[in-house]
């Protein structure tokens, strides 16, 4: 075998020598790649413990010119701080590595910078919704109402508000989930043509509807046109239009994942392609499907704007979403901090403390259910 | 319905043909109907917001004493009405602009940090923390802004006032910070986690092989980055970004609890004042009789346009750049 | 400069997984030595230890040494910067960079390493393309996308790409696995010719190839599956084909498993 095999390369080996023109002889090497020419693997490196010492002397730097400078905000103190060790790196490895190395190092520098930048604030956030929230809830905050309580007083609850917000979630996404759904079936299954093409951008374009246009929408139609009055519905209505194009496009993402032999294999065996859908596509899909809508919940249950125009706001428990002005978790929390007293002030915290909770739970749920659901993509 | 049957015929077509001539089964045609009807209700809806959004807000402009781009006042409820949305345009875009300048950099080094620089562990724990972080609702970051962010800004901007005071625009004049600065930076750190989140995505998805082959050719850390995942990544990074700047345009509890509003331009957004469309919306509407209300109506419809047109330009951005790499 | 290799004692991990195990072995200067055995038994992981490349992967990690010509790529204060510069590498599949057009393509190792005047540029593109017998059927569309080319046209880009930077070493790492015929034989001439400037590592699945294009062939087996994959023989590729010395790569070269 290997020698048909020898005759094949001597065969090749002579078209090649005969075709192509030859390359330049190994001796000769043109001037810019002879200038690039390095000798040592060897490269002159910074200690290992260079970095920690740079972090830590702009660090002790920052702070000592914040005490010396009698400079009252610690931002500017992390500024300075940060500032001097961007410099420092990019001067220490300019001097010690050379050019290259020192940009890498630089780059590297700036990201781990940006990330501690950022993370300060949202952790300083969390910090400061659980600490100040952590008092003001209890058991008594959970199941009562603000029905009778002044803005300066102690006590009352959310009651009402959780029993709005949650009305209104469920209620939005009754409206919201079929209708998201059955358009991201037809985008995906059925949809060709200009027609799918429209509802594809327009998806889009209602993704980025800010919550607000939407309110006014259902209050210009709902409320002054069609002359109903404020509630814990018309509120679910506007929720609704935030949530179809988020529920539209997960769902989308995820049928598009569903191979196509499944739905082949399906048709191939004679089932009708509505049912191939109903019983092949969408199960393959639903835990993807079920974490799309779920972060849906989450991000419309935490919207105000909305809420403020629509549904009002109420002290009262009104169990009836489809009738009078109810409240909300979020609209809550903004009309406490309005009053502006001590004790709305700790409410609002209190308040602010279990729509996080709530909201988080969703988004840990639904990410539970994807990653319980998710090693069927193989990614 | 016929049409959509042939359409979809690359898997129909694997049918067994022979035992089921092409007669359309009612099942089929019940279920791509209510689908198509989902699709052309989603249709109708946006219709119905611009038409709505319009007839209210033809009613407000054509009452109007002032004039609707150029007046500094909103006085709405006043028989005439005269009210103008300059400040609000301005307040708008310049906060907006603010967030995305702070915003977008950062964003990108965090996704870089996740996706490239931070330990894999770790890396994955934070995906998941900043994922968390963009569903807190906004009013959450504006009782922190107010309550705590605020009082945070004042040392920064008297000495922002010290050395670039002469500029005019950071100016300060020790008032509380409830300024267009500040609810930039708020907004900044709002849209943070979106962005980052995205962006992150856009990241990871940079094929191995190229980060490799410009590995191989000797590249240091950054150089593969700056060949290979920023070149791959960056119409997603527009895309974020874009998405970032829709969500900071329309923002109204992040605005409405840290601004002090007035109607007035400040040259200086260090010093309180001034408004954004969506904050004016909810502060206002309580007061607003009926003129009032469809005045507001009438600025929610600028500022839909402005999302609009943002949203637009993403879109036409990424259509070229797709049309450019492929 | 084409240098010579030298493995002593070469164990690479994935985490704590040993992928292969004690391998030593010399490679020739200005030859083709070829890798070959069956699937997973580490010849591409060994091959990606020769340019700290497998270090890369998450986990990656190894012990023992790699001398090019007199210095140790594993040897304290070694850039694997500066290795992968001197050690160049072409892929399984061809991996142009998709934003960069033909020309950029050539030159981007190079410009990584300094500034350079643009007929200093126009000089090493055109001299690294005729080189990979590219030449003719680009030089028209020079600064259009490399992605535009066929598969095959694609991996003599990259085969441009590598020898630009004129490295020492070059490795290939299944070249023509995702080519057809046609291609694969205009890769296998290419090599043919390289190496009279490089020093030339290739992995295959192809035995064909192998025993075309290479001076030497190294046999790689594993005892059994999650087992280290160990170098069974290295040997003139004449004797490896014709006469080896140990019964598994008679067993594997005349088709008798893998």
Known sequence: MSDTVKDTVKSSRGRASGGAPAPDGPSERPGATAVLRNT???????????PAALVGGSLGAGILIGVLGNLDSRIQWGLIAALIYLTATFAVTTAVEGRRQAVDRFAASLVWTSFVVAILPLASLLWETIARGIPGVSWYFLTHSMNGVLSWQEGGGIYHALLGTVQQVLLASVIAIPIGLLTAVYLVEYGRGRLAKAITFFVDVMTGIPSIVAGLFVLSMWIMMLGFGYSGFAGALALSILMMPIVVRSTEEMLK?????????????????????????????????????????????GETAPIILLVFGSNMINANPFEGAQSSLPLFVYEQWAFGTEAAYDRAWAAALVLIAFIMILNLVARGIARWKAPKTGR | MPATQTDSS??????????????????????SGLSKGAGITLLVIMAAIAVFLSIRAAVAISANEGNFLTT???DANASPPYFGIAVLLFGTVVSSVIAMVLAVPVAVGIALFISHYAPRRVAGTLGYVVDLLAAVPSIIYGLWG?????????????????????TGIFAYDNTPARSLMTVGILLAIMILPIITSVTREIFKQTPKAHEEAALALGATRWEVIRMTVLPFGRSGVISASMLGLGRALGETMAVATVLSPAFLINISLLESGGGTFAQNIASQFKEAGSMGRDALIASGLVLFLLTLLVNGAARLIIARRKEFTS | MAKRIDVTGLTAFYGTHRAIEGISMHVQPKSVTAFIGPSGCGKSTFLRTLNRMHEVTPGGRVEGQVMLDNEDLYGPGVDPVQVRRNIGMVFQRPNPFPTMSIYDNVVAGLKLNGKFSRAELDEVVEKNLRGANLWNEVKDRLHKPGSGLSGGQQQRLC??????VEPDVLLMDEPCSALDPISTLAIEDLISQLKSRFTIVIVTHNMQQAARVSERTA?????????PGKLIEIDTTDRIFSNPSVQATEDYISGRFG
């Open chain 3, 219 to 227: 046999f790689f087996n594993l005892a059994a599956v999650g087992q």
């Open chain 3, 159 to 164: 085969i441009a790409r590598a020898t630009a």
């Open chain 2, 72 to 74: 500094f006042e909103w």
């Open chain 2, 10 to 31: 690359p898997p129909g077509g694997l049918e067994p043909a022979p035992r089921r001539p092409s007669a359309v089964r009612p099942g089929d045609r019940i279920f």
């Open chain 1, 257 to 301: 994942l569903v191979p196509g032999e499944l739905r082949e294999a399906s048709l191939a065996l004679g089932v009708p392609k509505w049912r191939t859908i109903l019983k092949v596509v969408l199960p393959t899909a639903i835990g993807g499907i079920t974490t799309g809508v779920m972060l849906a919940l989450a991000r419309i249950a």
């Open chain 2, 146 to 166: 107010a309550l705590f962010l605020v009082p945070q800004m004042t040392g920064l901007y008297s000495w922002l006032d010290q050395f670039l005071g002469w």
């Open chain 1, 40 to 50: 040592t693997l060897q490269q002159p490196r910074l200690p290992r413990w260079a």
